[in-house]
């Protein structure tokens, strides 16, 4: 192939292993060669290496001692051989044909090694954020002793991309009509309009639905997994990062999409969740992957979920903010992030008075201004079911009382609205019992977060 198309660069094919050695190197060719004597010869392979010149093809074969050369970037790649007769000799009985096919075959070889040797110098290059974050093409994390029998596929190089976290009061994407939506999906060729390769995250968002407001059309960044480590991680923000997720079953839901992108997989196979009991389980196994991740490298975030009993709505929002402040202390450090969210529990407790239920959630919005720690996130839009008369189509106006109390109205109190686009998701597969949603609408809420709390550089 060099020789033939001496201007078409050359090609590593990704089944070729690149554990190329000196060693390696000459067992190869002597293998090839039956004139190559590996006692007297060696093969020198230059360490920077950029492209390829041809080789010589008129080159005569004389009766001197063998000498092969090809330039390679201005350096050298010499196979001698200093037997004298006797590989002469040996020479000489060959015909063109197979020393022609040798040389091309040692070129070769080679052209793998350089190749290699300039792929290893670019990636000591590349800043990471996420050293051991390894993540496959089939969305599965690759695990120490890999329990689960996957094969393993090549994992392709993502250019570096800076990431900041944003501290208190982050940034605030909108609310109300300008969080209005429409579900679509995209062909992932045409998904980014970067050079940069889709990893697992982005190609399931893409494939699966996003919900993007025509506000933020230009300016929502769908994360990676690498992109929402490197956000959330203290050692790489050089800054004590912790997200503490809490609230209502819709808050588990949200911790469960925000660990599917961290961990770079579909917990539990992407099992949908369609009662209290599923819920559990898949929040306890997203749990135990994202506590063993973050043991085994600090650099992965600080992201759990806590206070469950006391901030789920059922108890006063006070009970809330003890709870949070027993976790978190009383200073106003600025970088625990708390993401609150609470209503139709809330509701409940004071017999569906929405003026009442508005005052108390509001009352604990005010107490926890002074520190400066919480996102209050919306609660979802409702549809009426007959089979679940739990889930209050007036809850609605909760969510439209609260909004001028909220960011963007108010500052002072940042606010995450998925309300508009769980009322957009209309299709079948959205929600099994009007309230909750399907895994990949999670895992769209917690874009949202993602682009809330960081901003690409």
């Known amino acids: 192939i060099i020789t033939k198309y001496p201007n078409q660069p050359p090609v590593l094919s990704k089944h070729i292993s690149p554990a190329f050695s000196n060693e390696s190197v000459d067992q190869d060719v002597a293998r090839s060669c039956n004139y190559y004597n590996k006692e007297n010869s060696r093969v020198v392979v230059a360490s920077n290496v950029a492209a390829l010149t041809p080789l010589e093809k008129k080159q005569k074969v004389d009766t001197s001692p063998t000498s092969v050369t090809a330039n390679l970037a201005g350096e050298t790649i010499a196979y001698h051989n200093d037997n004298g007769h006797s590989d002469q000799q040996k020479s000489n009985n060959r015909s063109d044909n197979e020393r022609k096919r040798c040389v091309k075959m040692c070129i070769a070889v080679a052209t793998l090694c350089a190749l290699w040797l300039r792929g290893v110098q670019t990636l000591q290059l590349q800043e990471t954020s996420a050293q051991d974050v390894q993540i496959v093409s089939n969305g599965t994390e690759i695990p120490e002793n890999n329990h689960n029998g996957e094969m393993v596929d090549d994992i392709p190089f993502i250019p570096y991309r800076r990431i900041k976290f944003i501290p208190y009061p982050h940034k605030t994407l909108g609310s109300g009509a300008s969080m209005q939506c429409q579900w679509e999906t995209r062909p992932i060729t045409n998904a980014s309009t970067t050079s940069q390769a889709l990893d697992f995250t982005q190609q399931s968002a893409y494939t699966e639905g996003i919900c993007i407001p025509p506000t933020l ?65 898949v929040l306890s196994t997203a749990q135990y992957w994202m506590k063993k991740r973050r043991e085994k490298n600090a650099t992965f975030p600080f992201v759990q979920y806590q206070c469950e009993e006391e901030c789920y709505g059922k108890k006063t929002m006070d009970v809330c903010s003890q709870c949070i402040t027993n976790f978190s202390g009383n200073s106003t450090r600025g970088d625990d992030v708390w993401v609150i969210g609470v209503g139709i529990h809330t509701y409940n407790r004071v017999k569906k008075q929405v003026d009442e239920a508005v005052q108390h959630i509001q009352h604990f919005l005010h107490a926890e201004a002074q520190h400066n720690r919480t996102i209050y996130v919306s609660p979802p839009h409702y549809f009426h079911r007959e089979d679940y008369p739990g889930q209050s189509p007036s809850m609605d106006h909760v969510y439209r009382s609260l909004l001028p109390h909220l960011a963007p109205q108010n500052p002072a109190h940042p606010f995450l609205d998925v309300h508009e686009l769980t009322k957009s998701c209309t299709m079948d597969n959205c929600t099994f019992d009007g309230g909750h949603r399907s895994r990949y609408v999670n895992r769209w809420k917690a874009q949202l977060l993602l682009n809330t709390l960081c901003e690409v550089q």
């Open 217 to 281: 059309n230009n300016t929502l960044h769908i994360f990676s997994s690498e992109d929402a480590i490197q956000c959330l991680s203290s050692k790489v923000q050089n800054r004590d990062i912790r997200v503490i997720i809490s609230g209502d079953s819709y808050m588990k839901q949200l911790y469960i999409g925000l660990a599917d992108i961290l961990l770079s997989k579909h917990i539990t196979d992407d099992k949908q969740m369609r009662d209290s009991a599923q819920r559990a389980k």
